[in-house]
């Protein structure tokens, strides 16, 4: 069911006409098969990689503080590598919001439901413990297709991509919680819900700690041990990614955290990491390397991102 709050005549103005082109054109291919969509994508990253300097100066950094055991060729190979999944996630994206179950269903398998089945079972909502690996979108939709889930997110400042982006969430998943709004995740997960969540982003040192993440100490959000001790809710580690040969998508969910929250934010923001860090070196060249994750520094380090 489409959302009563998006009507496209708010958005025909010639600002929004290269935005609808493009939006267009993500469309388009979803018609296309499976494989030429992925080899579009691998295509359009390679692209990416040529064109997008700073984002590239962002993987390799982050690469070669992670993974110094690497030599600069594999290295180079690995930020190459990035480039293309991230590539894949334009049109997973199309998928995501467009396409239809009855074809996304054989292409996704699921380890550990009985996790959250038997989570679901306590009586209490269940918080997703999630990451931003590159198919972090398409992730919720296919989660969707085995129980209904909500999700939090980020507003866009281009506000007919923030309306497209709404109302395709919101057709599949069973709601969105804009990131900010606590009171509003909370609430959910008294009502017995299941919540899907990242918190592996870099938002200052506001509500954040610094914890080791690839032996970096990184800016970690306590959000999760907040909502934990809040709301009463099990934490299940989840994650998505690419099965081999680029066929579909395999979601994992991971038995509940015990002893969590344990009253000390960095200790349990060093746990998240670390689970986040294990999952991360399984398929490395599937998380999202293109964003700041190390951005906040303590303070009399030097910044990363500079050249």
Same mark, same amino acid.
């Given at each position: 069911?489409?959302?009563?709050?998006?009507?496209?005549?708010?958005?025909?103005?010639?600002?929004?006409?290269?935005?609808?082109?493009?939006?267009?054109?993500?469309?388009?291919?979803?018609?296309?098969?499976?494989?030429?969509? #992925?080899?579009?994508?691998?295509?359009?990253?390679?692209?990416?990689?040529?064109?997008?300097?700073?984002?590239?100066?962002?993987?390799?950094?982050?690469?070669?503080?992670?993974?110094?055991?690497?030599?600069?060729?594999?290295?180079?190979?690995?930020?190459?590598?990035?480039?293309?999944?991230?590539?894949?996630?334009?049109?997973?994206?199309?998928?995501?919001?467009?396409?239809?179950?009855?074809?996304?269903?054989?292409? #996704?398998?699921?380890?550990?439901?009985?996790? !959250?089945?038997?989570?679901?079972?306590?009586?209490?909502?269940? %918080? !997703?413990?999630?990451?931003?690996?590159?198919?972090?979108?398409?992730?919720?939709?296919?989660?969707?297709?085995?129980?209904?889930?909500?999700?939090?997110?980020?507003?866009?400042?281009?506000? !007919?991509?923030?309306?497209?982006?709404?109302?395709?969430?919101?057709?599949?998943?069973?709601?969105?919680?804009?990131?900010?709004?606590?009171?509003?995740?909370?609430?959910?997960?008294?009502?017995?819900?299941? #919540?899907?969540?990242?918190?592996?982003?870099?938002?200052?040192?506001?509500?954040?700690?610094?914890?080791?993440?690839?032996?970096?100490?990184?800016?970690?959000?306590?959000?999760?041990?907040? %909502?934990?001790?809040?709301?009463?809710?099990?934490?299940?580690?989840?994650?998505?990614?690419?099965?081999?040969?680029?066929?579909?998508?395999?979601?994992?969910?991971?038995?509940? %955290?015990?002893?969590?929250?344990?009253?000390?934010? #960095?200790?349990?923001?060093?746990?998240?990491?670390?689970?986040?860090?294990?999952?991360?070196?399984?398929?490395?060249?599937?998380? !999202?390397?293109?964003?700041?994750?190390?951005?906040?520094?303590?303070?009399?380090?030097?910044?990363?991102?500079?050249?």
């Amino acid at each position: 069911m489409t959302p009563p709050d998006f009507q496209p005549s708010r958005f025909l103005a010639p600002r929004y006409w290269g935005t609808w082109t493009g939006l267009g054109l993500l469309r388009l291919l979803t018609l296309l098969p499976y494989r030429w969509q #992925v080899r579009i994508g691998a295509s359009l990253g390679g692209l990416l990689y040529r064109l997008a300097k700073r984002r590239r100066h962002i993987a390799e950094t982050n690469i070669a503080r992670c993974f110094p055991e690497l030599d600069a060729t594999a290295q180079r190979t690995l930020v190459k590598q990035t480039f293309r999944t991230a590539g894949i996630a334009i049109p997973e994206t199309a998928l995501a919001w467009w396409g239809k179950d009855a074809d996304l269903a054989p292409r #996704v398998e699921i380890e550990g439901m009985e996790y !959250l089945q038997k989570a679901l079972k306590q009586d209490k909502g269940v %918080l !997703l413990l999630g990451a931003h690996f590159t198919s972090i979108e398409i992730s919720g939709r296919l989660m969707s297709l085995f129980h209904p889930c909500y999700a939090m997110y980020r507003r866009h400042d281009n506000p !007919l991509f923030e309306a497209i982006i709404k109302q395709s969430r919101e057709t599949h998943l069973e709601g969105l919680i804009e990131r900010r709004d606590m009171r509003k995740m909370i609430r959910t997960l008294r009502a017995k819900k299941v #919540v899907w969540y990242a918190p592996d982003q870099d938002f200052g040192r506001r509500s954040s700690v610094f914890a080791s993440f690839f032996g970096i100490q990184t800016a970690s959000l306590v959000m999760t041990s907040k %909502l934990a001790k809040v709301s009463g809710a099990p934490v299940l580690p989840f994650f998505s990614q690419h099965t081999e040969g680029n066929k579909g998508y395999r979601l994992i969910i991971r038995p509940p %955290l015990e002893d969590f929250p344990s009253g000390d934010d #960095v200790a349990d923001a060093t746990r998240i990491n670390t689970i986040i860090e294990e999952q991360v070196r399984k398929a490395p060249e599937q998380y !999202l390397w293109l964003h700041r994750r190390f951005k906040t520094r303590p303070a009399g380090e030097a910044p990363f991102y500079e050249k």
